[in-house]
């Protein structure tokens, strides 16, 4: 099942055109602005509070990395890239740099409306995969630690059983997760544990 595409009001939004003086730049800042969108243009380099604005639209034909302050593709806000050369490392730089959406020049009378909402919907796709696809590697990273910590525990409880009861009851105990208590238990030496178990 897909995901509609939102609308929903951009007016008031702010957008950045990133582009050397041309009629290009007219004619998006004009569609923008008829969209109710705030519109700053800038060449070559970005305002100091660029990744606080809503879009970026920029200059594919000759942008390059520097002008960006974060990483190839790791841009905080969706990205529209101007296209005029259609020439493959023209294009291969533009997705790179993380366009979610393209206008090509010359740029007439519409196209930007579009633009804005799939770049908007795009940006927020691979905010949700980034977001999961860290979660996953949070929860990979914990499971490797309770098996860490298992094989640990296994050394003074005699069985794998058994340790995994010992790490349940540590973390019932101590009111924290199981991943809570397995990193405790493989940060503490298992001296430590035995001089622990010993005066208690």
């Known amino acids: 099942m897909s995901r509609g595409v939102e609308g929903g009001d951009l007016g008031g939004a702010r957008a950045i055109v990133l582009h050397r003086p041309h009629a290009v730049v007219a004619s998006v800042t004009r569609q923008l602005q008829a969209i109710g969108l705030s519109v700053e ?4 380099d970005l305002p100091a509070d660029a990744a606080s604005a809503d879009f970026l639209f920029f200059d594919a034909d000759m942008g390059f990395d520097a002008q960006f302050p974060w990483q190839p593709g790791a841009a905080p806000l969706p990205l529209i890239a101007l296209i005029g050369s259609e020439a493959p490392g023209r294009i291969e730089w533009a997705l790179s740099a993380g366009a979610q959406a393209q206008i090509l020049k010359p740029v007439g009378d519409g196209g930007v409306y579009s633009a804005l909402l799939i770049a908007r919907h795009g940006f927020a796709m691979r905010q949700t995969l980034t977001a999961a696809v860290d979660d996953m590697r949070g929860r990979l990273g914990a499971r490797q630690t309770v098996v860490r910590a298992i094989v640990q525990l296994t050394r003074g409880a005699g069985s794998e059983d058994a340790a995994y009861d010992a790490l349940r009851r540590m973390a019932m105990d101590g009111r924290i997760t199981l991943e809570e208590a397995a990193a405790r238990v493989v940060a503490t030496p ?8 010993g005066t208690a």
């Open 41 to 44: 243009s800038a060449w070559p």
């Open 190 to 197: 298992a001296v430590d544990r035995r001089a622990r178990k």
